[in-house]
């Protein structure tokens, strides 16, 4: 369960969030949308403590972000560059998130999904930008959180890996989790998204089901409609 | 914290640049020692090296690490770790993995020479001591400053302009107040000048142990007159420790506030 209430957020003169409210309470997949610099991965980050909001109060799990740091055990979150130490090798980055989360994961079956084991001694610094995206997967999804936060998750994959984590993906969905995905790729979002949350101009413009929409803009393509939905908008 | 300061250390101490500045240490105490034959001239030079070198090795290596891992902190914050563990578990892993190639770089020479026999093994000890205050305090200044400024180029120029000012400018700007001043009783000034200047305050502190006169200039002869030599070495010691307290509290604060 996620509350956000009145956030806002600016950096120096650049107001980024305007008091977005946001209720995310039962399970599913939850893509966040908006133009660039709509505050998607502003909005992401706050919900992980790791920007300060200057107002507004965000909530997970009934525990305020500010001062329960433990409540982020619950999430497991993909960043949206990958960039590790260099001199770990792939196999030490996993133990050690495993011990700095004092959780044990099922790392195994994932390396197996993404055939990452001729990786696995390899140093993170030698890799390709797709392996890289691949460790970081392992290392998000691996443990069994009740809310996962994915910031462009298929940046730099490749069609087979594209192909897992959408199984993935919808595994974890039906274990009953709360996923929140970012991404441009709208094709991925219209497969995998139960709802969508636009965001403009720092406000949560709409939020509901693509199939709602879709009858809200008249058209039955979904590309179509988030191109509207901007139009209109404007218009 | 102690987790992240064991990750950070390990993937310092695995890194080249360790070595190097290991290595370095290593080749300099030998050719001091076994070229020179003298224990004690070997000290103050290596003094000299220390208060130099260490702290501009200090803040590069800490702004350079800083933003080396600023992905890999980022990755962090998302865990359930405390912030502010973070940061000092990192800030201690990178001062104290240069430390560490530092006293043993310099302890493996002279141990060999038979340092354990002769009476300056107290002398040694303080120039060690004088080496681990700073890269304590220079680190932090440089993970202050890398705090502060996202931009690496400008981090980076801080940095290095802070440690010109420290090591050469400061000196400069205090002996032309000295001589533009030198008609008032400057002794008060003196010794503020010297304690705001880590640089300053750890070449007094081993020349204050050595005892050498001659190479305690102005602010030393003062600092002596003022202090003596116990309370000197004492006070100088706690305003040394002060030096790194109050860096590693801002960073501890500013850590707190700032946005990822």
């Known amino acids: 369960m996620i509350q956000i209430e009145q956030l806002h957020k600016k950096f120096g003169k650049n107001k980024i969030l305007e008091g977005v409210n946001l209720t995310i309470g039962s399970q599913g997949v939850f893509a966040i949308l908006g133009p660039n610099g709509s505050g998607k991965t502003t ?9 300060i909001p200057d107002k507004g109060i965000v909530t997970v799990n009934e525990n305020s ?4 740091w433990k409540y982020r055990d619950d999430i497991d979150y993909l960043p949206q560059i990958a960039n590790f130490p260099a001199n770990l090798k792939v196999r030490e980055l996993i133990a050690m998130i495993k011990d700095l989360r004092n959780r044990q994961g099922n790392d195994e079956r994932l390396i197996s999904l993404f055939k990452l084991q001729p990786f696995l001694s390899k140093k993170l610094g030698n890799l390709s930008g797709g392996t890289k995206q691949k460790v970081n997967l392992v290392l998000t999804l691996m443990f069994d959180s009740p809310i996962i936060i994915l910031d462009e998750p ?5 069609p087979i890996a594209l ?73 | 914290m102690l987790k992240i300061l064991k990750y950070s250390f390990f993937d310092l ?55 080396n891992s600023k992905e890999f902190t980022e990755l962090l914050l998302a865990q359930p770790i405390k912030r502010s563990s973070i940061f000092i578990g990192q800030y201690l892993g990178v001062s104290l993995s240069l430390a560490m190639s530092l006293i043993i770089g310099l ?38 400053i890398a705090l502060y400024n996202e931009n690496k180029i400008k981090g980076f120029s801080y940095a290095i302009l802070l440690w010109l000012f420290m090591a ?4 400069g700007l205090f002996l032309m107040t000295l001589i533009a001043f030198q008609s008032y009783p400057l002794d008060g000034f003196s010794l503020v000048a010297t304690m705001s200047n880590p640089i300053d305050l750890s070449r007094i502190l081993i020349l204050l142990k050595l005892d050498i006169s001659a190479l305690l200039g102005y602010t030393g002869a003062v600092f002596q007159k003022f202090f003596g030599t116990g309370l000197g070495l004492l006070v100088s010691i706690l305003a040394l420790s002060l030096w790194v307290v109050l860096p590693t509290l801002n960073m501890y604060r500013k850590s707190r506030k700032k946005d990822f």
């Open chain 1, 154 to 158: 298929t940046t730099g994959l490749d």
């Open chain 2, 107 to 144: 302890g493996i020479p002279f141990a060999l020479y038979g340092l354990f026999q002769s009476n300056e093994i107290w002398d040694f000890g303080l120039l060690l001591i004088n080496g681990l205050f700073l890269t304590l305090i220079f680190t932090a200044l440089a993970f202050n």
């Open chain 1, 65 to 68: 972000i500010k001062t329960h």
């Open chain 2, 13 to 67: 101490i695995r890194s080249r640049w360790s070595y190097v500045y290991f290595l370095f240490y290593l080749g300099l105490g030998s050719v001091l020692l076994f070229l020179n034959n003298d224990l004690a001239k070997a000290i103050i030079t290596l003094m000299n090296v220390i208060t130099i070198l260490v702290p501009l090795i200090g803040t590069v290596f800490g702004v350079m690490y800083y933003y």
């Open chain 1, 163 to 235: 192909l897992h984590l959408k199984q993935l993906i919808a595994e974890e969905k039906e274990k009953g989790k709360i996923i929140l995905i970012t991404s441009h790729i709208m094709g991925f979002v219209e497969e995998i998204a139960d709802e969508i949350v636009f965001l403009l101009e720092g406000k949560v413009y709409f939020k509901g089901t693509i199939d709602t929409l879709k009858t809200q803009m008249e058209t039955s393509n979904f590309e179509q409609a988030i191109a509207s939905l901007l139009t209109y908008e404007n218009a």
């Open chain 1, 43 to 51: 909005l992401i980050k706050t919900i992980l403590g790791m920007v």
């Open chain 2, 168 to 171: 050469v400018i400061y000196d």
